[in-house]
């Protein structure tokens, strides 16, 4: 007891001394082995009220011994004092120099490692922004005044940039929807008390003390609106932050919603004896947390704080909707309308819920069956008016574009653009960009597929031989232009055959005399099976190969050159092509012979020449010789078809 009373803690309390001195001789005195005294000192009211916001600053480096001298602080003290304080320190770790990051460096995933980091002074990060949030929510609903609003909306400016910062961490996650349980409670009508015959008393130790500043007389009549309003924005802002922190999955999104999907609507496109990514999120533990903690927000969104999905459908499609919180004159405003949803978070909630309740085999959503197009919600998220940095947006957000597009095309509704070209043509571009552009191949290929499917459904033949020439003559990318090809296969197979262009993708060659021609309306044939359409495409299809070009240049444009090859090949090998096109009259008329095929195979002898006088165990030659390889037996298959039909066309 004596050293107690001649600790300098003990000793310098007011009124010995005044507050300013005794929050000096703290500053100097204060260590982890004082922290037990000073939480017992902090018991009294009036020494936490006068000093408590000034502790702050002083407890949270000493973090966790500290945690419940801050608690103290949090229950006791001037809450209004106190949450400026709490709120100035958000904002430091905001702006610190580190983040919680995965730490592999390709974002891929792996079993053993969890995508958060472990160094000291992250732990340390992450403790105090749990800690600053626990205080959070006990500092808010002691805040008694007409606008409490006001002091929200500033905690939520100061919150949302520090958890970016540690986002990806399961304790941040826990301590946000620990804090939207404490306010949603908050902002909920209390019920009223229910008589008992058994007395229970009343725990004195923990208590909150009342507002020294409280102001006299009820809330602001549309406070509980407002709180409400500003909770659900809040919600979806966390939301956005948390989707797109997540380390990558098979180098898409961290929740890779369009693999899994695919994996479970059309298995047949999965590759055989690889992982489904499905079995990743149900085999990994912190995928299988990843998976939780979305649950865990869409029950937030859904029970706790009343956010109805006509709302969620409006925010996330509706190329309108803002993403302010704040009105422009930078004050409050008096209508909860005026506290829009993150467009990004409500997306994310969009794409969460219909993917958990399709993964678990439940029933359609009645949200995918708006009137919202997916043209739409391409245009508001992918690329800017001019499509400038298509590919470039974060992979969640690809992600989450494409699963819906998919989503809509599986409803069997026809809802993915509206009528007219125009609309339909810059669609299909910023999906094609996409697929062009985006770094992950994951999502390049799902992308592809997209495209692919949306141009497939257009009922106007015409439409579709627009789009497929204006990207073999104006595409910068050679990628696309591959596609390209593709899409025109499928389409003149389609016309001449009894197969869609889906089916024909995937037979394009043994197509034999006995196949009728497709009659159906959508897919009638007019365009894709007259040879003057093969003939205006055919300077694009088979271009002028130039023998000026340089090994590297060459290489670039190579898959363009097999993809017109093997079209090629196509229309030689099948009777029904060959003779609908008439060919020998064709290659002869459009110079192919003299432009593409001739040039090619003089590159090819060329390319091949350069490669053998290398060293051939440099590993980087690997590829070249295989691209080399692969060029020479085209080319062998393509003579080989040509001078099976009597083509004219001397053999080499």
Not at 266 to 291: G, H, N
Not at 510 to 520: F, I, M, R
Not at 577 to 594: G, H, K, P, W, Y
């Amino acid at each position: 007891m004596a050293e107690v009373q001649s600790n300098p803690l003990v000793e310098a309390l007011p009124p010995a001394t005044d507050y300013i001195t005794y929050l000096t001789i703290l500053e100097y005195n204060l260590t982890k082995e004082q922290l037990p005294l000073l939480e017992e000192l902090l018991q009294d009211i009036a020494l936490t009220t006068n000093i408590g916001w000034d502790l702050v600053h002083l407890l949270t480096p000493l973090l966790p011994e500290s945690e419940a001298c801050l608690h103290a602080v949090a229950r006791l003290g001037n809450p209004r004092e106190v949450i400026l304080k709490v709120t100035e320190l958000l904002e430091v770790i905001s702006t610190s120099g580190y983040s919680m990051e995965s730490d592999d460096e390709d974002g891929s995933v792996d079993a053993t490692v969890p995508d958060y980091g472990s160094s000291a002074i992250m732990a340390g990060q992450l403790l105090e922004f749990t800690t600053l949030l626990d205080m959070i929510s006990i500092l808010h609903p002691r805040i008694k005044t007409k606008n409490p609003s006001r002091f929200l909306i500033n905690s939520f400016e100061a919150i949302l940039p520090a958890y970016a910062r540690v986002a990806t961490q399961p304790a941040a996650v826990a301590a946000i929807l620990k804090l939207l349980e404490s306010l949603s409670q908050a902002s909920r009508p209390q019920l009223p008390p229910r008589r008992s015959e058994t007395a229970i008393p009343q725990q004195k130790l923990g208590q909150s003390a009342s507002d020294p500043e409280a102001c006299a007389g009820p809330m602001m009549p549309e406070e509980k609106g407002l709180q409400i309003r500003l909770l659900q924005s809040f919600v979806t802002h966390v939301m956005e932050i948390y989707v797109e922190s997540l380390s990558s999955v098979n180098e898409g999104s961290g929740f890779a919603w369009v693999e899994r999907f695919q994996e479970k609507w059309q298995p047949e496109r999965t590759v055989p004896f690889r992982e489904k990514v499905v079995s990743k999120f149900e085999r990994i533990e912190y995928l299988k947390d990843r998976d939780s903690t979305i649950q865990q927000l869409l029950n937030r969104v859904t029970y706790s704080l009343g956010i109805s999905w006509d709302q969620v459908v409006v925010a996330a499609t509706d190329p309108e909707s803002q993403v302010l919180i704040l009105s422009e004159s930078g004050e409050l405003g008096l209508s909860p309308s005026e506290y829009p949803l993150s467009r990004r978070g409500t997306l994310y909630l969009l794409v969460a819920k219909s993917m958990v309740d399709y993964l678990e085999n439940a029933e359609e959503l009645d949200e995918l069956k708006g009137s919202y197009l997916h043209a739409d919600v391409v245009r508001s998220y992918i690329g800017d008016e001019a499509l400038g940095g298509i590919g470039t947006e974060p992979f969640a957000l690809i992600d989450s574009v494409l699963v819906l597009g998919f989503r809509i095309l599986q409803s069997g509704q026809n809802r993915l653009y509206t009528s007219g070209d125009v609309k339909f043509h810059q669609y299909l571009q910023r999906l094609s960009l996409l697929s062009a552009n985006t770094p992950s191949s994951s999502l390049r290929y799902q992308a592809h597929l997209l495209t692919t499917a949306a141009l497939q459904a257009n009922p106007s033949e015409q439409a579709r031989y627009n789009f497929i020439r204006d990207t073999l003559e104006h595409c910068p990318y050679e990628n696309l232009k591959v596609s390209a090809v593709g899409w025109l296969k499928d389409e003149i197979v389609a016309a001449t055959t009894n197969k869609t262009p889906e089916k024909a993708s995937v037979e394009q060659s043994g197509l034999t005399d006995k196949e009728k021609p497709l009659l159906d309306s959508t897919h009638s044939g007019a365009v894709f099976a007259s040879p003057e359409t093969l003939k205006s495409l055919a300077p694009h299809i088979f271009p002028i190969v130039s023998l000026e070009l340089d090994s590297e240049g060459f290489q670039a444009q190579l898959p363009f050159y097999l993809a017109g090859l093997n079209f090629m090949y196509l229309l030689y090998s099948s009777p029904v092509l060959r003779n609908r096109f008439q060919m020998s009259d064709f290659t002869a008329s459009c110079s192919i012979e003299r432009n593409f095929i001739s040039p090619l195979e003089v590159m090819s002898h060329v390319l091949s020449d350069k490669l053998l006088a290398r060293d051939h165990s440099e590993e980087e030659n690997a590829t070249e010789i295989s691209d080399a390889q692969l060029l020479e037996d085209t080319l062998a298959r393509v003579r080989t078809a040509m001078k099976s039909v009597g083509s004219g066309i001397t053999p080499r």
